[in-house]
């Protein structure tokens, strides 16, 4: 009997055939050899009152019990003006998937559910997304044509995405080279999706419609981490114009990889930017071990054509399984299925990705596709311990199987038998040709797994209900003089300013550097104190405690205002900040009393330095500088902060310490 612990050898040996490294271990030259290729579909929600085609307001969430309807839809395929069917809008057909919409009044309407015209395009959003588009470098274009946009999931109740293109053809500008920009398009949001279980999709309507950008990239990228820059890049350009919402879902990446003879997979709704190269190394591998399994397949099999799974229903009682998962699907009254797959020994084992293998390839379609609930199958090279639990030398007699063949126990509900079989065939037929062109969900974990098929050319069709909108030379240049300094300048300046490189990231993320750049311009302040001051100050404050919601950059702005015109050190600013945090409206001047601080002069700080050195000698009896001054600074630092700087008074009390040190220390007489 074959059992786990040759099909973990057989994954081991297969990650080694392809060369796969983990990501941290990878180099150039290892993407070079695969021929890794990526570009991204940036999504950001712009910061309007109002949604894009109705006059519902933007922006406000609702928890998923929170609803005051639901509507239940189903989707079906029609033929296209070509007579032909979409390949997505049939996988989806395929599912029999009931639709349930969660509507609450506050925040949805008919336009929503396509019972309502859209209204005219809302001109606030239509404004931000020029100035964007400005600022990425994109050619404008003469009229705004709305168009529709096959949305074949269930995600927009109207089974379409209105959208349009507004530039084309930009440029960004990365640290070491640039990035072609496709395009850049303004779109309505989708739904959010709360559950997918089954034959039963369900989602809110809250995010549906909201205003938002997709910034398009070439696949320029050829390395993971060149795609994260350009991810951040995107992101930080979008947000320098203060034009878009930021927080959890307002910003999505979709990561569009392929290796070299592979295909364009797209890796959807990708939230955290620090996942991309992991992500996206992940995939251009497992495309590798699939052109990898195309070619094993080719060299046994001839002709696909002749190539044909079997299968059989098993009987509970004769399968005699411990396997619990097994004895789970018997009391849910599920019909169980062996499948035998022809000359796939060693395949289903391969390794695809980090953890996972081909096996998990089908898993992942009988539960997208034919709506089984994982766990849903079980193979004899089951790289876990799922395949010990069922006898699969007795399946292989059942089967007739052949020594180099491969089989598969899966099972579900009755109605879904059907559907799965089909699914299974489809997927191990295409292994022999190609990498699946199609959509993949984001893991934490780096790995991926598949959602649907992606989506056909021709899914875009003009929308009959909006006229054109033409864009004249004076509104475009009237919108060209309110650009933010480009994300590469703002760089730049940092460097010059000497600002630390580790600040950058969250600089940029918080859009600070025009605040910087306002506080040393008015106030006097050095770029490089405030800067330090936002990026490593700031930062670890909002790290250690979440501020008040009412906090924003102007209490800095007004910090700093208020330490220039009572003429304090800055060093005062970091106790003051942890307090306004949390209570930012109460004034600087209380805070201050709050710390107990007093206005001293130079002279009053200096005062008691002589006395306290002298009792520092007799307690400790030392005469070491560096341990006096430091104890001598523990004991009036706190006088010392903000009405002079620390490192000035530290040499003042130094020199102190030096005129003080050259007596002898007095003794009384045994």
Known sequence: MRNSFDAVHNHLESGIAIGYVPLHQATVDDWKRIGFMSGLEVHQQLNTREKLFCRCPAGIYNQDEDYDGELIRHM???????????GTALMEFKTRKEIIYRLNNENACTYDIDDTPPFKINREALDYALEISLLSNLNIVGEVHITRKQYLDGSIPTGFQRTAI????????????????????IEEDSCREISDIGHTRMYKTDRLGMPLIETVTYPDCETPFELREAAEYIRFL?????????????????????????DRVEIKGVSHNKWIPRLSHNEAFRQFALLRIKDLLKERISDK?????????????????????INDARKNGYRIMAVNLPAFQGILSHFTQPGKCFSDEISDRLKV????????????ESIENEGNHIDFDKIRKWLNSNDNDAQIVFWGPEADIKTALETIQERCLMAFDQVPRETRKALTNGTTIF???LPGADRMYPDTDTAPIPLSEEYISRLGQKLPVPVSTRISQMK?????????????????????????????????????????????????KQPHKEFSPQKIYDLFNFIRSNRLDPAIAKPILAILMD??????????????????TQEELLAPVIFLIRKFREIRKSDHPEVTLNWLMGQIRNQALGNIPLNEFSQLIEVQIAKEISEPLSTDPL
């Open 166 to 185: 507004l530039g084309v053809e930009g440029e960004i500008q990365l640290s070491t080279k640039k990035i072609r920009l496709i395009q850049l398009s």
């Open 496 to 544: 010059e300013w000497g600002i630390p490189s580790d600040t950058y990231h969250y600089l940029l993320k918080k859009n600070l550097v025009p605040l910087i750049e306002r506080i040393s311009d008015e106030f006097g302040f050095t770029h490089k104190v405030i800067g330090i001051f936002l990026g490593h100050t700031l930062k670890h404050l909002e790290g250690q």
């Open 238 to 262: 979008n947000r320098s114009t203060g034009r878009v919402r930021t927080g959890i879902g307002s910003g999505r990446e979709d990561v569009n990889v392929s290796c070299r003879g592979g």
């Open 451 to 453: 959602e649907r098929v």
């Open 583 to 600: 209570y930012p409206k109460m004034d600087v001047a209380s805070i201050l009393t709050s710390l107990k601080f007093k206005k001293r």
């Open 369 to 380: 596709i034919a709506c089984i609930e994982k766990p849903n199958m079980a193979s004899s």
């Open 305 to 325: 054509r002749t190539w044909q799974i079997k299968s059989i229903p098993l009987v509970y009682e004769k399968l005699n399984s411990d396997y619990q998962i």
């Open 76 to 86: 079906r395929p029609t033929l296209s003006e070509m007579g032909e069917y979409d």
